[in-house]
């Protein structure tokens, strides 16, 4: 078997993926990457990553149609006798790879199968699943819950559904700081309980919340109304990776106020940080949290319990909260690190 990991995204999270991935691969002499140019994830590359100069946006766009470049990705794939490709993440640059290489396996995320509530794209990401499940040998999920769902709405046979979790590169365990401060971060929509967000804070006098992130519109209107708390830091702008994981290593606690979610990536990367959260049960959350180990999952929409949670959590020594913050990161290293679930994904590709 030949194998090509494929990520266009000129997202880090993907990036790291795709290529701790292939770090963590004992044996690489057949296993190739294709991904974008400059990727932001820092990686010691060899002859067997490919970099194209892919459209940074994933859906369609100006660059979209640089065919040179294009016919390029399936030059490589030609000359390296590629039988199976794992595609990371959705692209338009991924679709004619799926229609065209009929002898090849292909096996396809989808990270949101329920595209998120008030997202502009929503109409074409349900197209572009659409398509995943018609041409994709494949469909590979990253939570159990919604498998049911991907098959009848997406018309995709259960018997191509495959489950995997979502594999990370862990580091070591990092102290936790008495710093006293809850953290929400990541891209700020409605969907993430941005209305919740002041009676939580409200709730919660005597800890300092921060919410880091770009916001939508609406979502920056609800925002804004709440900067006057004298408890709150708002920092409503895109940040580096290195920026993204200060903010992380500088919370004892990682908030999730969401009122919908599939799954979140921020959730793996508080483990990776060694951080405790605190979220609402909606979605397959409940997969990705192991209640009073990892964190707190909290009825959807209990507000009140919320902030008992996290009052809770700032009332015991700050030795319980060490402890606390290294059973999240344990839990992740089991969990979600790729150094320990390599094999995981090696199998899937021999399914």
Not at 246 to 259: H, N, R, T, W
């Amino acid at each position: 078997m030949r194998i090509a990991i494929i990520s266009f995204s000129d997202n880090v999270d993907h990036q790291e993926i795709i290529y701790s991935l292939y770090r963590e691969l004992t044996d690489k002499s057949d296993i190739y990457t294709i991904g974008i140019q400059n990727p932001k994830y820092e990686s010691q590359f060899d002859s067997h990553n490919f970099l194209v100069d892919a459209p940074k946006r994933p859906g369609i766009c100006k660059g979209t149609f640089r065919v040179r470049e294009y016919l390029k990705i399936f030059r490589i794939i030609k000359k390296l006798h590629i039988d199976t490709i794992y595609f990371e993440s959705l692209h338009v640059w991924n679709l004619p790879l799926l229609i065209f290489l009929r002898k090849v396996k292909k096996f396809h995320v989808i990270h949101d199968i329920i595209p998120h509530e008030g997202d502009r794209q929503a109409k074409i990401l349900r197209i572009f699943n659409r398509l995943i499940g018609i041409f994709a040998d494949y469909v590979v999920v990253h939570n159990r819950k919604y498998i049911d769902y991907l098959s009848h709405a997406y018309k995709v046979k259960r018997s191509n559904i495959r489950f995997i979790d979502i594999y990370k590169d862990f580091g070591e365990y990092i102290p936790l700081k008495e710093t006293g401060n809850v953290l929400f971060l990541g891209r700020i929509n409605l969907y993430k309980g941005v209305e919740y967000m002041e009676e939580i804070i409200r709730g919660c006098p005597q800890i300092s919340f921060t919410i880091v992130g770009r916001a939508t519109e609406e979502a920056e209107n609800y925002l804004k109304a709440m900067d006057s708390y004298p408890n709150l830091n708002l920092v409503l702008d895109y940040v580096s990776n290195e920026e993204y994981y200060s903010y992380l290593k500088d919370a004892e606690v990682i908030m999730f106020p969401y009122k919908t979610a599939t799954q979140s990536g921020v959730v793996i990367d508080a483990y990776k940080a060694s951080r405790y959260v605190v979220a609402f049960d909606v979605g397959a959350m409940g997969e990705q949290i192991e209640d009073g180990r990892s964190g707190d999952l909290i009825e959807s929409g209990n507000i009140e319990a919320f902030c008992h949670a996290l009052n809770h959590y700032f009332d015991l020594p700050f030795e319980e909260r060490e402890q606390k913050s290294l059973a999240a990161w344990n839990y992740g290293m089991e969990k979600y690190s790729v150094q320990r679930n390599v094999r995981e994904w090696t199998k899937l590709m021999n399914s």
